[in-house]
């Protein structure tokens, strides 16, 4: 058997999501793995890539991809196949993975796939470039409610940048944080810290499951869409900076942007 591991990104929607060059490498291999605690792959289930594919796809959970020893030993012996959801190299868990097998001497193969990193904005009508650094929002719990999310959105917003405000997943639990949690987790920090990083007059842009047959996209004041249905997960919120004016009409025209953000450019 050849040597070798083979990284898939599977885009975020559907078995069809991926090119049709990762389609065909993947039918060549003799082992499949698959990873979704970091982002999950959207109205699909491990099933459906297995009908696809016509081979068993085995889960592996965090602990397994972190400590790598059945994927390289098994890459080290036969073509193996590694998959994710969205683009498998941005995770550095992944990029870890593929350091080792390089170091192992085992070739490698990378297949990338969409990204929210780009369908996000994209889809609002944002300019990708005008982003500043992307920020996770944890699950608060008991006495955790960590300022360092806050204080990066509020660097981005300070320089007239964008932030992606990615989403806390526990797939493991089967939770998956909601832009409503998402919202509140930015109330209940700006009650807190008091730093002026949202009011009344923010505006917040909710993407649901994006890259999806059921895709929705919102943009608004807080409470405003606290009272709307946004949709359910997977859930991206964005905290707009400095608006061009043709993004402000992408908002109002895309997502339902209050119209006064167009005379407020």
């Known amino acids: 058997m050849t040597s070798e591991l083979i990284f898939v990104g599977l885009g975020l929607s559907g078995t069809d999501g991926m090119t049709v060059k990762a389609l065909a490498a993947l039918k060549e ?64 868990t ?17 297949y990338h796939g969409i990204s929210i990193f780009s369908a996000c904005p994209t889809s609002l009508g944002l300019q990708p470039y005008k982003f500043g650094r992307t920020v996770t929002l944890p699950f608060l719990e008991e006495n955790y409610h960590p300022k360092s999310p806050y204080d990066h959105i509020k660097e981005n917003k300070d320089r007239g940048l964008h932030t992606m405000i990615l989403l806390d997943i526990r797939a493991d639990e089967l939770r998956y944080m909601t832009a409503h949690q998402a919202i509140e987790w930015l109330i209940q920090g700006e009650e807190k810290w008091g730093e002026g990083l949202i009011d009344d007059k923010t505006l917040l842009c909710v ?59």
């Open 94 to 110: 992944h990029v870890d993975l593929r350091i080792q097998a390089e170091e192992a001497g085992i070739p490698v193969r990378v």
């Open 29 to 92: 291999c003799d082992k499949i793995y698959a990873e979704f605690y970091t982002s999950t792959l959207i109205g699909t289930k491990v099933d459906d890539l297995e009908a696809l594919l016509g081979k068993r796809v085995h889960i592996l959970y965090r602990a397994q991809v972190e400590e790598c020893d059945d994927v390289i030993r098994d890459a080290m012996e036969m073509r193996v196949g590694f998959v994710t959801a969205g683009d498998t190299m941005l995770a550095t």
């Open 207 to 265: 993407a649901s499951k994006v890259g999806s047959p059921e895709e929705r996209i919102f943009a608004g004041y807080p409470q405003d869409l606290l009272k709307m249905d946004v949709g359910e997960p997977l859930q991206t919120l964005v905290l707009p900076g400095n608006l061009h004016f043709m993004e402000a009409y992408a908002l109002v025209k895309f997502a339902g942007a209050p119209e006064e953000i167009i005379e407020d450019d």
